[in-house]
């Protein structure tokens, strides 16, 4: 048992009543890492491994209300957002940004579902890209939200290369594209760190249970970030653990659908050893052309 004080994150979220994603899985994810977590819950849904069946979503003033409640308090040394459902939540949660009251803060824009229906109107993107990017440490849009944001479809690495220095542009300073939808033996994700792209490569886990990929990833840097890591090692970190997720809940059979990853069945041993082996490659020379990749964001 240990007496030291953790460190704190905060989760802007929805609420998963299936427990795979959204808070649930970000609150799993801080525990799991060593982070004492808190939240402000945007919206109440009612969701299984098969799909979403209501949405109640909080107003926007109670949002804030939640966060100024936290941050005053607790004041979390790093921040990540998720569903934030509307326009007005987007520009209070980036207005909170703009005062300095989100550390380290993580934007994972949950705009695309799981079966490329669109969330959001196309005014609430715009107001992720315009309001919320350029206060962000890292942002971590999937392939098909990444898609939506640069306006364009993403079939190759070089494809989400592009992208990421792209949303690079909006000011925040690190871009994390993921590519899970890419297909193929690897799962590749993309770092921009506004001067080059990294590309992170593990061997794709073949499995269904995929629901909260993203909340855990993204929840994941935010508590490497609490810990005190770089951006560039708490992507890495993230990705290695949400890799020993998703092995650990390969074969489970949660439900008739989609099922959780097992984020917390191994908690003492990532909080001792995070590391998975991850090949990292400077897209310079594995995946683009110099002129493409080193040139500054």
Same mark, same amino acid.
């Given at each position: 048992?240990?007496?030291?004080?953790?460190?704190?994150?905060?989760?802007?979220?929805?609420?998963?009543?299936?427990?795979?994603?959204?808070?649930?899985?970000?609150?799993?994810?801080?525990?799991?890492?060593?982070?004492?977590?808190?939240?402000?819950?945007?919206?109440?849904?009612?969701?299984?491994?098969?799909?979403?069946?209501?949405?109640?979503?909080?107003?926007?003033?109670?949002?804030?209300?939640?966060?100024?409640?936290?941050?005053?308090?607790?004041?979390?040394?790093?921040?990540?957002?998720?569903?934030?459902?509307?326009?007005?939540?987007?520009?209070?949660?980036?207005?909170?940004?703009?005062?300095?009251?989100?550390?380290?803060?993580?934007?994972?824009?949950?705009?695309?579902?799981?079966?490329?229906?669109?969330?959001?109107?196309?005014?609430?993107?715009?107001?992720?890209?315009?309001?919320?990017?350029?206060?962000?440490?890292?942002?971590?849009?999937?392939?098909?939200?990444?898609?939506?944001?640069?306006?364009?479809?993403?079939?190759?690495?070089?494809?989400?290369?592009?992208?990421?220095?792209?949303?690079?542009?909006?000011?925040?300073?690190?871009?994390?594209?993921?590519?899970?939808?890419?297909?193929?033996?690897?799962?590749?994700?993309?770092?921009?760190?506004?001067?080059?792209?990294?590309?992170?490569?593990?061997?794709?886990?073949?499995?269904?249970?995929?629901?909260?990929?993203?909340?855990? =990833?993204?929840? $994941?840097? /935010?508590?490497? +970030?609490?810990? &005190?890591?770089? !951006? #560039?090692?708490?992507?890495?970190? @993230?990705?290695?653990?949400?890799?020993?997720? =998703?092995?650990? $809940?390969? /074969?489970?059979? +949660?439900?008739? &659908?989609?099922? !959780? #990853?097992?984020?917390?069945?191994? @908690?003492?041993?990532?909080?001792?050893?995070?590391?998975?082996?991850?090949?990292?490659?400077?897209?310079?020379?594995?995946?683009?052309?110099?002129?493409?990749?080193?040139?500054?964001?």
């Amino acid at each position: 048992m240990s007496n030291v004080t953790p460190p704190v994150a905060l989760t802007i979220a929805g609420s998963d009543s299936g427990g795979a994603a959204g808070i649930q899985a970000d609150l799993r994810a801080f525990a799991a890492l060593g982070v004492y977590g808190t939240t402000a819950v945007t919206a109440v849904t009612a969701q299984n491994t098969v799909g979403v069946q209501d949405v109640h979503v909080i107003p926007a003033e109670h949002v804030d209300a939640q966060i100024g409640s936290v941050v005053t308090d607790l004041r979390p040394s790093a921040v990540k957002t998720g569903m934030l459902a509307t326009e007005a939540t987007i520009a209070a949660v980036a207005a909170r940004a703009r005062r300095g009251d989100l550390a380290n803060l993580v934007v994972d824009p949950v705009m695309v579902a799981s079966t490329g229906h669109r969330l959001l109107d196309r005014q609430a993107e715009r107001a992720y890209v315009e309001r919320l990017f350029p206060h962000a440490l890292v942002v971590t849009p999937n392939l098909r939200e990444a898609a939506v944001l640069v306006g364009r479809e993403l079939r190759t690495v070089e494809d989400m290369v592009s992208a990421a220095r792209q949303l690079a542009e909006t000011g925040a300073r690190h871009v994390v594209v993921k590519g899970g939808h890419l297909g193929g033996s690897s799962a590749v994700d993309v770092i921009w760190t506004g001067t080059k792209a990294t590309v992170l490569s593990v061997p794709r886990v073949e499995t269904a249970n995929v629901h909260g990929t993203g909340c855990t =990833l993204s929840a $994941a840097v /935010a508590a490497h +970030l609490a810990l &005190g890591n770089s !951006p #560039v090692e708490a992507i890495e970190r @993230a990705k290695a653990f949400l890799t020993k997720a =998703l092995r650990g $809940a390969a /074969a489970w059979t +949660l439900g008739s &659908g989609q099922g !959780p #990853v097992d984020t917390l069945a191994w @908690a003492a041993e990532v909080v001792d050893d995070p590391h998975v082996e991850v090949q990292t490659a400077d897209s310079r020379t594995d995946t683009c052309s110099r002129a493409s990749c080193d040139r500054p964001g």
